[in-house]
Antibody, heavy 125, light 109 residues
Framework: EVQLVESGGVVVQPGGSLRLSCAAS????????MHWVRQAPGKGLEWVSL????????YYADSVKGRFTISRDNSKNSLYLQMNSLRAEDTALYYC??????????????????WGQGTLVTVSS | EIVLTQSPATLSLSPGERATLSCRAS??????LAWYQQKPGQAPRLLIY???NRATGIPARFSGSGSGTDFTLTISSLEPEDFAVYYC???????????FGQGTKLEIK
């Protein structure tokens, strides 16, 4: 059974930093690309970032580019999101999600096919 | 940037009825369109990918159609557990960026 468990969400002040983690199990982690997606309270889904199976390729939404860094440790079956220069508008539930392909940009194939339950990040003074 | 517009914002139907949800893209996304279901307090669940392929374990009452800019998610006969929010999602070719629609809330009439 695929399991994704996020952690690291806390209350942080504007301008602060935070590192989210996602522990994966139930599948061959280094065969698949991974994503972070966020959802502000009462709002819709916003894609944040994508990393390829080997960590060699990373992509970001314009809203977080230059402030957030996605990474992975395949030896630990773990995905990370380093969040710097946090703003109030970054307040959201952050989900990690598995892609159905190795790169996240293959022609066809299931995109975000499994999701964790999310970890809440609140940016407030 | 491709924008996805879902309609209606809210759909009120009764169990057993047929639901038709629409997703329109601001430019062609070929067939790279997926649908997700999200229930309150839960993570989204992938229903349909590549416009018309059901994800693993998804019941046959869910079907997707369309290509280019106009896509439809159809639920043939609503079950009580189908009342939820539905999102469409696309991926741009290069660089890969993912976009979600604003969601359609399917509520019990």
């Amino acid at each position: 059974e695929v399991q994704l468990v996020e952690s690291g969400g806390v209350v942080v002040q504007p301008g602060g930093s935070l590192r989210l983690s996602c522990a994966a199990s139930g599948f061959t982690f280094d065969d698949y690309a991974m994503h972070w997606v966020r959802q502000a309270p009462g709002k819709g889904l916003e894609w944040v970032s994508l990393i390829s199976w080997d960590g060699g390729s990373t992509y970001y939404a314009d809203s977080v580019k230059g402030r957030f860094t996605i990474s992975r440790d395949n030896s630990k079956n773990s995905l990370y999101l380093q969040m710097n220069s946090l703003r109030a508008e970054d307040t959201a539930l952050y989900y990690c999600a598995k892609d159905g392909t190795a790169t996240g940009y293959s022609s066809g194939g299931p995109p975000l096919d499994y999701w964790g339950q999310g970890t809440l990040v609140t940016v407030s003074s | 940037e491709i924008v996805l517009t879902q309609s209606p914002a809210t759909l009120s139907l009764s169990p057993g009825e047929r639901a038709t949800l629409s997703c329109r893209a601001s430019q062609s996304v070929s067939s790279y369109l997926a649908w997700y279901q999200q229930k309150p307090g839960q993570a989204p669940r992938l229903l349909i990918y590549d416009a018309s392929n059901r994800a693993t374990g998804i019941p046959a009452r869910f079907s997707g159609s369309g290509s280019g800019t106009d896509f439809t998610l159809t639920i043939s006969s609503l079950e009580p557990e189908d009342f939820a929010v539905y999102y469409c999602q696309q991926r741009s070719n290069w660089p890969p960026k993912y976009t979600f629609g604003q969601g359609t809330k399917l509520e019990i009439k």
